[in-house]
Nanobody, 115 residues
Framework: QVQLVESGGGLVQPGGSLRLSCAAS????????IGWYRQAPGETRELVAT???????NYADSVKGRFTISRDNAQKMVYLQMNSLKPEDTSVYYC?????????WGHGTQVTVSS
């Protein structure tokens, strides 16, 4: 069983930065894709950024150049550095891992960008 716990969300002004963290417990296997998705009220959940076990990253066009995904394999952590935040980035951000051991989601962390 894999558990994902997100942290680091909060309220930030436009143009500000936040760093989200996702702590994974359990065995996620050797081949996986882990990353961040977000869902705003009334909207469908969308991909933000992912990274594979081989280190290949993928970003939504809306966050390219502003967000950076990284990981610490030893600590089983995944991070999302978010810079130049905009009001439209306001969402609940979820950590997700998909691999040979299955598909798992965290419970999410709220990010609100507002002045």
């Amino acid at each position: 069983q894999v558990q994902l716990v997100e942290s680091g969300g909060g309220l930030v002004q436009p143009g500000g930065s936040l760093r989200l963290s996702c702590a994974a417990s359990g065995s996620i296997g050797g081949s996986y894709t882990i990353g961040w998705y977000r869902q705003a009220p009334g909207e469908t959940r969308e991909l933000v950024a992912t990274i594979t076990s081989g280190g290949v990253t993928n970003y939504a066009d809306s966050v390219k150049g502003r967000f950076t995904i990284s990981r610490d394999n030893a600590q089983k952590m995944v991070y999302l550095q978010m810079n130049s935040l905009k009001p439209e980035d306001t969402s609940v951000y979820y950590c997700r891992v998909a691999g040979t051991r299955g598909l798992y989601w965290g419970h999410g962390t709220q990010v609100t960008v507002s002045s």
